[in-house]
């Protein structure tokens, strides 16, 4: 199969009703976002995308995305490679009513002046949000993954504190 780039932007209403099917790559340089959160440049993004109109007319985007990831460990500060895997479903829509309306399979997104979807734009925010929050190595492949600090134990008999509105429940009562 041959590898061919994803459109920069998809007028969804228009590849919906065609039953647009796409299959190929974002170059990872154009994620510029992406490669400042990373500890260097992200590999290519292989991403497949179907748009069509579901049983209710529901104009929809559903695909993946998948990329390697090269980010610092927090604990150890060296580098690592992760893979970085979304799937997401989106519905374009005009108002928030729409929004309102839109059942809670898709997400919606907002077309811009000429009706248009940014799709590099869109997955780029996907797989930032699907980043680790602190980038670690497994604790297996860590230097200091075993040497994890603990300051101190908590005391079991601190556990059970009193209820700090039992006060307000005897109130209630009388």
Known sequence: MQTVKIPVSIDPFRAASSSLRYNGIVPGK???RLNELCAGDCSD??????????LQGIVYLRGKAVTELTLLCQRC??????????EFCFSPCKNETEIDELPDAYDPIECNDIGEVRLHQLIEDELIVAMPIIPV???SDCSLGSKDIVVGEIDPAHEERPNPFAVLQKLKSK
Do not use: I, W
């Not at 292989?46 to 069509?52: D, H, K």
């Open 30 to 32: 154009l994620n510029k």
């Open 137 to 139: 190595h497994e604790d």
């Open 45 to 54: 993004v292989v991403v497949s995308l179907e748009c069509g109109v579901d």
């Open 77 to 86: 500060m060296t580098q690592y490679t992760t893979e970085v895997t979304v």
